[in-house]
């Protein structure tokens, strides 16, 4: 709107154009609805990226584990081998190795058989602190070994000497096949992995 105001000597033209409560209200509502829309975008985009990074570091944990696994696996024996499930300790002897899995930590670790396993220095040893589960199972197969009497009056004096709370833990390979199932977690991202290995006989 414009107002004219005249004096003695000139006119004025006075403009009085400008935003009003109205305007500036929408305007600030739809600049809002921009950031917001903006800010969702980012948001995703940041959570996707997370969660891929996530599923990546995971995956990468578990290939990392398994080929440990493997490689101790299939350098023992049948004869060697045995699982002692503790509960919340859980340990594969394979020979010359000792798979190491405490469920209170989720740390899985690999030692040599010769060495004392001390929780103290399992960092020195350690492959991954995200599993979450270890289970080992003797599958019933045509390689099945079927000990000589000598061998199964060893084996008697064996048990006799170690005393029934670690026979009730002690599961002796029965075959040279062997399934061994895992869960590893990082964060929200979760993975299984159950996977058959043969254990070589001597």
């Known amino acids: 709107m414009k107002v004219m105001i005249t004096t003695h000597d000139q006119k004025i033209i006075k403009d009085n154009r400008a935003f009003t409560l109205i305007e500036m209200i929408i305007g600030l509502a739809i600049a809002s609805m921009v950031s917001l829309a903006v800010y969702s975008f980012m948001s995703v985009g940041t959570r996707s990226y997370e969660a891929a990074n996530l599923k990546t570091k995971v995956q990468k944990e578990m290939q990392l584990a398994n080929n440990y696994i493997e490689d101790v696996v299939i350098t023992g024996s049948v004869e060697e081998t045995k699982y002692i499930d503790q ?46 589960e270890f289970r080992v199972e003797f599958l019933d197969t045509e390689f099945e070994t079927t000990p000589s009497e000598e061998e199964s009056e060893e084996e008697s004096e064996k048990e006799s000497a170690t005393g029934p709370e670690e026979d009730k833990n002690t599961l002796y390979a029965t075959s040279n096949m062997v399934k061994i199932t895992t869960s590893y977690v990082v964060k929200n991202q979760k993975i299984n992995s159950e996977k058959i290995y043969m254990i070589r006989n001597k």
Do not use: P
Not at 117 to 126: A, R
């Open 87 to 132: 509960g919340v300790v859980r340990m594969l002897f394979t020979g010359d190795k000792i798979l190491y899995f405490d469920k209170s930590t989720n740390q899985f670790a690999v030692y040599n058989e010769k060495k004392e396993i001390d929780d103290e220095d399992i960092e020195d040893h350690l492959i991954t602190d995200c599993m979450t």
